[in-house]
């Protein structure tokens, strides 16, 4: 495992892959989800990546078993010392606003995330939360609200990092600047989809934010702000020939770019997903891949990433494919 810093020199010690698991306790089952942990810690890592709403879309689920799931292991294992624990507020279905998810997200505003932060607590079994997220844009709230809310939890000591998830890059850069006017602590980690294939230029975002040339050129020029990718490996899309490609990145652009892929990774004696990962990784602006695996084995093929060295000649020829 290598390591980095998290939003800048003075923030916490993290591994430079993430575990997400969003679909622990719903779509994969605890023995399975205990033993996918239990391999990425023994392989050295030790940030992991959860949310008030996971996997809520899910029938018969409600939004609190993937952070259940996840304090159960870490009071079984004696882990959370040793874990950088992330997750997020904001996207979680509240029946105030309507039956239906997700016209009735909770939202960001001042009693939303308070409440939000306490129902997190409680369900991963500890008094404070490393990386705290706001999941999902909520223009309803003026920026401020949200802003001032997320800061007094750090003021509270719930909470340590702040990030943003799924915004816009002018609404990152101005609440970061809102905070830095008033002194207080703002955000300084990203998380956006971010995979080697590029959207279409028209393809529908409805929740989720992609990450754009304009968030890294941001992220390039903020040194304290870290940026993380998830849906990295297109849920089995690049392992998977005969599994058509997301239709937001079906364009003829993606076939060159595939192709590319591919040579690189016979070239290397890898496997396309390593690539990516190894992409993401060592770039000019290097990500924080959020892993999305159902399986030790998975896992495993993510974990070999960290020995992929893409010189500066394949890299290029990824870059401009």
């Known amino acids: 495992m290598r390591y980095r810093t998290l939003g800048g020199s003075t923030g916490p010690t993290i591994s430079t892959l993430c575990l997400g698991t969003l679909p622990f ?36 689920a409600t939004g609190d078993e993937s952070e259940l799931l996840l304090g159960r292991w870490l009071r079984s294992r004696g882990a959370r010392d040793r874990t950088v624990l992330a997750t997020k507020a904001g996207a979680r279905p509240d029946p105030s606003r309507g039956p239906e998810w997700p016209a009735n997200l909770e939202g960001l505003g001042e009693k939303t995330v308070r409440n939000a932060v306490d129902g997190s607590l409680r369900r991963l079994g500890t008094d404070r939360v490393d990386l705290y997220y706001a999941h999902v844009e909520d223009r309803t709230v003026p920026l401020e609200e949200t802003v001032g809310a997320l800061a007094g939890l750090v003021r509270d000591g719930a909470v340590g990092v702040l990030g943003a998830s799924n915004h816009a890059t002018w609404r990152l850069a101005e609440a970061r600047h809102i905070a830095g006017a008033r002194n207080l602590p703002g955000f300084r980690a990203v998380q956006q989809r971010h995979t080697y294939l590029r959207p279409r230029y028209d393809a529908e975002s409805g929740l989720q934010r992609e990450t754009d040339e304009e968030l890294l050129d941001y992220a390039a020029a903020h040194d304290d702000l870290t940026l993380l990718g998830y849906s990295t490996l297109m849920h089995g899309g690049y392992a998977r020939p005969e599994k058509p490609l997301p239709e937001r990145y079906d364009h003829p652009g993606s076939v060159a770019r595939l192709r590319v892929a591919q040579e690189v990774a016979a070239e290397a004696g890898a496997t396309v997903n390593q690539v990516v990962l190894a992409w993401l990784t060592g770039g000019r602006v290097p990500v924080v891949p959020v892993l999305g695996v159902s399986s030790v084995t998975q896992l495993d093929e993510c974990l070999a990433a960290l020995d992929l060295r893409l010189d500066a000649a394949q890299r290029a020829r990824l870059d401009t494919a």
């Open 25 to 60: 306790g719903t779509t994969v089952d605890e023995p399975t989800s205990f033993a996918v942990l239990d391999r990425f810690a023994e392989a050295g890592g030790t940030f992991l990546d959860t949310a008030n709403n996971y996997a809520c879309w899910v029938p018969g």
